[in-house]
């Protein structure tokens, strides 16, 4: 079993983008910088927009947040989205989610240009996507196929089962893993709450990417001797910890790391890759170059 | 078993918009106008036209055909995009496909008003369908979509398989029928050309979509007492007939049929419910009403 190591690969990944944030720096070009609005208060809300901005500095990327109040109404959080999209000086911003339930979130991310939409949740950059074209992808899937790809896992011809149908990771994974690429072409089936005999069907997969955000949900008997496993669970349970809670991955590692010929871990599996594939979108903000 | 008769119930879906058309244009409103953009002389880009043209005046819809030769250059083809875009009596339009390779497809398709684009290509069309938004859906996954729903065939936590991972058919009609919606809420396989043990995943389905273009490709032996199969398949065989030609679809119906619950047939089957959901994104262009 090969500990798929999100966290060291991650660190090579900055180290690259650093490289090429010194050479334009000293080439004399502009450095990226990525902004995240945060509105409200929501601590997990802090601490993702927080690991970001932290990211950005190790890369030399600038960085801003901009902070609302919970209470903020959706035409001043339009306003908010079209000053940045107005702003040269943003190359790419994010606006972290959950929203309070008063806003329509679609509404604001169908307002943020589609061209600094680091995020990849605008329609137009899922449609692309979904098209095979240039885009910007969300994070999460973007993370995970660059893990696959890092460690070579061959992927053509598997059968990748993936567990959740979210938007953000689920939806896009799945179509990522069947297109014509390298990572890709895998078989892929989607899994979610209504599927039926889901056992039977994680037991055949060469590769299960578990992203439902429910702890220890992929138990040992579901998982087939050599499989790829890839838990994108980032629960948040009770424990004695300094933040009184730890985060709980999909998979119930220690039965299931036995079976495996790789897996990821929770943490320091696909969250630090999450957080550079921003990055690297914010670079191609920046530069057009790929990230 | 029972046949998926879409030539029958697309006539019955032709009759309910005549019917919202006449009453429509009593109440002294506009007809809805569907116009075709058709470069070159490709007979079966001929035939699928003046179907489409034929099926709008059967609902009392405009149409309107726009030819241009297969010399045309990108930038006038450009040109005549934006007169439709801009031309209020034609409420969609589509680019009829194939171009010729001069052509970069997606410049044409992207430079289409996504309020008029009633193919449901555009990328945000293609992004708002996957984000479960209201959006033009092609016509072709919306029309399989509407046969399943008008037989009443249970799809919640069935296992669908779809066979071809197309732009206009596979992806999109997996990314459906995985939504939480009726019909929907399919547990969904996505195969193509370099998935392994093909025959062992659809012998598992309970529902089946074949749309790879390969005559007779789905054969009894991978099918699985009971189960749904929907035919996309229409490729163009030589045959004895006055055309020189006939239809053949992606299943070998004398064995697949007699191991159904359901089947669509070739002709017969999805090709009418295709042009029937042309003409219900053409009414909702028109009206804003769903179609």
């Given at each position: 079993?090969?500990?798929?190591d999100?966290?060291?690969?991650a660190?090579?990944?900055?180290?690259?983008i650093a490289g090429?944030?010194?050479?334009?720096?000293a080439?004399g070009?502009r450095?990226?910088?990525?902004?995240a609005?945060?509105?409200g208060?929501d601590?997990?809300s802090?601490?993702y927009?927080s690991?970001?901005?932290r990211?950005?500095s190790e890369?030399?990327f600038?960085?801003q947040v901009?902070r609302?109040?919970?209470?903020?109404g959706?035409r001043?959080?339009l306003?908010t989205?079209?000053?940045l999209?107005?702003?040269?000086?943003?190359?790419?911003?994010?606006?972290?989610?959950?929203?309070p339930?008063?806003?329509?979130e679609h509404?604001?991310?169908?307002?943020i240009?589609?061209?600094?939409d680091?995020?990849?949740?605008?329609?137009?950059?899922?449609?692309?996507m979904m098209?095979?074209?240039?885009?910007?992808?969300?994070a999460?899937?973007?993370?995970?196929?660059?893990l696959?790809?890092r460690?070579?896992?061959e992927?053509?011809g598997r059968?990748?089962?993936?567990?959740g149908r979210?938007?953000i990771v689920g939806?896009p994974?799945?179509?990522?893993?069947?297109?014509?690429a390298?990572?890709?072409?895998?078989?892929v089936?989607?899994?979610?709450?209504?599927t039926?005999?889901?056992?039977?069907?994680?037991?055949?997969a060469?590769i299960?990417i578990?992203?439902i955000g429910?702890p220890g949900f992929?138990?040992?008997d579901?998982?087939?001797?050599?499989?790829?496993?890839?838990?994108?669970g980032?629960?948040?349970?009770?424990a004695a910890?300094r933040?009184?809670?730890?985060?709980?991955g999909d998979v119930?590692?220690?039965?299931?790391a036995?079976?495996?010929?790789?897996?990821?871990?929770?943490?320091?599996g696909v969250?630090?890759m999450?957080?550079v594939?921003l990055?690297?979108n914010t670079?191609?903000?920046c530069?057009?170059e790929?990230g």
């Amino acid at each position: 079993m090969i500990l798929l190591d999100g966290k060291k690969v991650a660190g090579e990944v900055k180290a690259e983008i650093a490289g090429r944030v010194a050479q334009r720096s000293a080439r004399g070009g502009r450095v990226p910088q990525l902004a995240a609005v945060l509105v409200g208060d929501d601590g997990a809300s802090e601490t993702y927009v927080s690991h970001k901005a932290r990211a950005c500095s190790e890369v030399g990327f600038l960085s801003q947040v901009v902070r609302l109040p919970d209470t903020v109404g959706e035409r001043e959080l339009l306003c908010t989205v079209a000053a940045l999209n107005a702003d040269a000086a943003v190359d790419g911003f994010i606006v972290q989610l959950p929203l309070p339930a008063h806003i329509n979130e679609h509404r604001i991310i169908e307002a943020i240009n589609p061209a600094k939409d680091v995020d990849g949740f605008h329609p137009v950059n899922v449609g692309r996507m979904m098209l095979g074209l240039p885009a910007f992808v969300p994070a999460t899937p973007a993370g995970i196929i660059e893990l696959l790809g890092r460690y070579g896992i061959e992927t053509s011809g598997r059968h990748c089962v993936v567990l959740g149908r979210s938007h953000i990771v689920g939806r896009p994974v799945a179509n990522l893993l069947s297109q014509k690429a390298r990572p890709g072409d895998c078989t892929v089936t989607l899994c979610h709450s209504r599927t039926q005999r889901l056992k039977e069907l994680c037991r055949q997969a060469d590769i299960i990417i578990a992203a439902i955000g429910a702890p220890g949900f992929l138990r040992g008997d579901m998982v087939r001797e050599g499989a790829v496993v890839v838990d994108v669970g980032t629960t948040r349970v009770p424990a004695a910890t300094r933040s009184g809670f730890r985060l709980a991955g999909d998979v119930c590692f220690d039965e299931v790391a036995p079976l495996c010929s790789y897996i990821s871990p929770v943490p320091g599996g696909v969250g630090p890759m999450t957080i550079v594939s921003l990055l690297k979108n914010t670079w191609t903000a920046c530069t057009g170059e790929n990230g």
